[in-house]
């Protein structure tokens, strides 16, 4: 027995010392195991706080590839870095940056758990696509999604894996900044971006080094802030928060993004960061979402100015407790949460659950089995800037262009022959149409709206500034200061235009204007751009209006005088191409409006899918009990859907068939018109009577098609529970049996309508 005993102990020690030379089957190291067993073993071999580290997000805080800082806050937080005491960097950007401080991480820390970086690639990195709100102005779900994809390919060649992008916020303020980087007013059409973007960002394989990961924001009802002020109070209804604010979200979800942030305001009282309702009882719980959600800067701080936490360890706790998983910035957790930990406040269960979550982001990403993946020298200096890039730009450019309005045949310009004065300082200027979000554009980058007229050499071109729009050079983090009294040029303009046969103005906000932090109570022309308008106007009429704005304006005079306005947005690093390509007919415009455009202010917040009232049109002569305004109308100035082309179509024999639990819609669309053109159809959609009452018309599906002069298509849609249905106060979405109208046209405003019932 001692002879077999003996014999089993060699045996045992053998397969022992055998194993020692090969990858222990269940590490986190090795790549042949599930990714979910991989986090759950290096959980198991973490501290509490190395998984606290992985909670804590810092931003840049020194030239990485200097000399090591030895005080002050940098110190602290290269400390912690060197510890394993943190779990995110964001705003470190190129090859040799990242490699540094990922170096640290990988090398250093006695797990080597690598760094996800983050930046805010939030309509492209160093090439710009336009602003989010344009591109949504394009209604090309492809395009879209090919700019995300592009972005993804820029970014992610200098170091960068995760992007605090799309914003899905829903918005019917144009006071509010933040317009410019959402999909706008309505929420299917902000859902369908949503996908859209997500998916261009993440691809099909997040382990990919040209893929990023997304990050859904800002979650939740960011877009409803009060008087649209920037991070104001937010109070809306449950019927408001399921049905038009929480969808593009769950549609995020749906495409697959692994990350969420948080919003700065608050909802019923508590602030999102610290709100449990949001981020664990709705996103966690009910919708099933196993990423992570990140803070936005400092606002697990900021719930102690909301009045809702008493210090930063207070803070630490609500925000933890509540779900949120990430510490963008505010030092609570990487400096509380051992000690609330310790004191029975927080359950450890919660943070192993916020280190799982981060960690399988990272398993995901593949930093594991390559954590400089995404650091390769030669990468960088192929992408950047490169053809495939530039294109891609150009394209969403032009499809992003709106033509608002178009008289006495101005629109599209002649190549030859014709003397066109362009007027006004946005028209020389290489940096205002990179936008608001552009922290790694070069200035003057841009391709002007001169530069592109310039290219078409057949007419007499000729410019004049006529006024600045800006005082100073603006930046990120300051005020625009805005021209309100120099007009000492504009007799120069004045003498430019009437020696014209047509004058291009490109007028409109710089690109600072819009943006977090700029919200405006006037949304009209800045400065003294609408009084530059009006004075060349008395000397040549012929004018087209060009404008370069981040969000809707107050363009009332402009609709009353001005035959052809072109909204140009801030289109970025092609901008002028762009415009130009349009501007001379070289592409037919088919964008449509993404937010309602007020004739003033006063209106907002404006939206065409508003509800009836009790009182919803004129009783009688001169009665004022219905609700309306005393000195404006009630509708926008350019509704949303809104968008014109240089040629028509015309919309027939709209039909509507019941398929069962489906509803099949029919219409032909003909291009009657002289040139080839795109449309986009819309079809929205009318719930005559419900327990929550409905809007007035809600859009349900939208095709763009492409149409030769005298061609006709038949477009279908299909409206199944998904569009017939909503959520009820209870929180159930239903479909309730009754009567529903159709629309069918090119705008919200469309008068081709049919009806139809759903049966109990």
């Known amino acids: 027995m001692k002879k077999l005993n003996k014999i089993v102990s060699f045996l045992t020690l053998g397969v022992m010392l055998l194993s020692c030379g090969q990858k222990n089957e269940s590490t986190y190291e090795n790549n042949e195991l599930s990714v979910d067993k991989r986090v759950e073993n290096l959980l198991s071999k973490m501290t509490l706080e190395?998984?606290?580290?992985?909670?804590?997000?810092?931003?840049?805080?020194?030239?990485?590839?200097?000399?090591?800082?030895?005080?002050g806050d940098a110190a602290k937080k290269y400390k912690d870095l060197r510890k394993g005491y943190v779990g995110s960097m964001l705003n470190v950007r190129g090859v040799d940056e990242v490699r540094a401080i990922q170096k640290i991480a990988v090398e250093e820390t006695r797990l080597g758990i690598p760094l996800i970086i983050g930046f805010d690639v939030i309509h492209g990195y160093e090439t710009m696509s336009p602003i989010p709100l344009a591109e949504a102005a394009s209604w090309d779900l492809e395009a879209?999604?090919?700019?995300?994809?592009?972005?993804?390919?820029?970014?992610?060649?200098?170091?960068?894996?995760?992007?605090?992008?799309?914003?899905?916020?829903i918005s019917r303020d144009a006071r509010w900044g933040r317009v410019m980087e959402g999909a706008g007013e309505d929420t299917y059409l902000g859902s369908k971006i949503a996908i859209a973007r997500v998916k261009g960002f993440q691809g099909d394989d997040l382990s990919k080094h040209n893929t990023i990961v997304a990050c859904a924001k800002h979650f939740a009802g960011y877009g409803f802030a009060?008087?649209?002020r920037d991070y104001n109070t937010v109070d809306v209804g449950t019927s408001t928060l399921n049905n038009v604010i929480f969808p593009p979200f769950q549609a995020s979800i749906e495409a697959g993004v692994r990350t969420f942030m948080n919003s700065f305001n608050e909802l019923n009282g508590v602030p999102a960061t610290g709100n449990k309702f949001l981020q664990r009882t709705v996103l966690k719980e009910k919708w099933g979402f196993d990423g992570f959600v990140v803070s936005d800067w400092g606002s697990i701080s900021e719930m102690i100015s909301h009045g809702h936490a008493k210090d930063n360890k207070d803070a630490a706790n609500i925000a933890v407790n509540a779900g949120s998983d990430m510490d963008m910035e505010s030092y609570a957790y990487v400096d509380h949460l051992a000690t609330l930990v310790s004191e029975g406040k927080v359950d450890a269960k919660l943070i192993d659950d916020a280190a799982r979550r981060i960690l399988k982001v990272k398993f995901e990403l593949g930093l594991f089995e390559d954590p400089y993946k995404y650091c390769d020298n030669k990468r960088e200096q192929e992408v950047l800037g490169s053809k495939p890039v530039l294109d891609a730009a150009l394209d969403m450019a032009v499809k992003s262009i709106v033509l608002l309005k178009n008289e006495k045949n101005i629109l599209p310009l002649k190549k030859q022959g014709q003397k066109i004065a362009v007027i006004g300082a946005l028209a020389n200027d290489k940096t205002s149409p990179l936008g608001s979000w552009r922290i790694a554009a070069k200035d003057s980058t841009a391709v002007s709206v001169l530069e592109g007229l310039s290219e078409y050499e057949g007419n007499n071109v000729v410019y004049a500034k006529g006024a600045?729009?800006?005082?100073?050079?603006?930046?990120f983090i300051t005020e625009v200061k805005i021209n309100e009294t120099d007009k000492s040029e504009f007799d120069a303009a004045k003498k430019a235009a009437k020696n014209a046969d047509v004058v291009v103005m490109v007028l409109g906000e710089h690109g600072f204007q819009s943006g977090e932090g700029r919200s405006r109570t006037e949304i009209g022309l800045p400065g003294v751009q609408q009084e530059l308008l009006e004075e060349v106007y008395k000397v040549n009429k012929n004018i087209v209006l060009v404008l370069n704005n981040g969000r809707p304006l107050t363009l009332g005079w402009a609709d009353a005088?001005?035959?052809?306005?072109?909204?140009?947005?801030q289109l970025g690093t092609q901008s002028g191409h762009a415009i130009a390509k349009v501007l001379y007919g070289d592409y037919n415009p088919s964008g449509k409006l993404?937010?309602?455009?007020?004739r003033h202010v006063g209106q907002l917040p404006l939206y065409y899918n508003y509800k009836n009232t009790g009182r919803p049109t004129l009783p009688g002569k001169d009665v004022v009990f219905w609700s309306h305004y005393q000195d404006e109308k009630n509708e926008a100035l350019y509704p949303f859907g809104h968008g014109l082309s240089y040629t028509r179509f015309t919309y027939e024999n709209l039909k509507?068939?019941?398929?069962?639990?489906?509803?099949?819609?029919?219409?032909?669309?003909k291009n009657v018109g002289d040139v080839h053109g795109k449309e986009v159809v819309q079809l929205y959609l009318r719930d005559m009577v419900a327990s929550v009452t409905r809007p007035v018309r809600e859009l349900k599906g939208f095709e763009m098609i492409e149409l030769e002069t005298g061609e006709e298509k038949t477009i279908q849609f299909r409206l199944t529970a998904k569009e017939l249905g909503f959520y009820n106060n209870e929180g159930s979405f239903v479909v309730e049996p009754g009567m529903f109208k159709v629309f069918l046209g090119g705008s919200s405003k469309t008068v081709i309508e049919t009806s139809f019932e759903i049966k109990e």
């Open 50 to 71: 190395e998984k606290i580290g992985q909670m804590n997000q810092y931003n840049g805080f020194w030239n990485v590839t200097g000399p090591s800082p030895i005080q």
């Open 144 to 169: 879209i999604k090919k700019s995300a994809e592009m972005a993804a390919l820029e970014a992610s060649s200098v170091g960068i894996n995760w992007t605090f992008a799309p914003m899905v916020d």
């Open 226 to 228: 009060e008087s649209g």
């Open 656 to 669: 509507v068939e019941l398929q069962g639990n489906e509803v099949s819609v029919k219409i032909d669309v």
């Open 561 to 569: 005088h001005i035959p052809s306005i072109l909204e140009c947005w």
């Open 468 to 475: 600045d729009v800006s005082l100073g050079t603006p930046d």
């Open 594 to 598: 993404p937010m309602s455009f007020p």
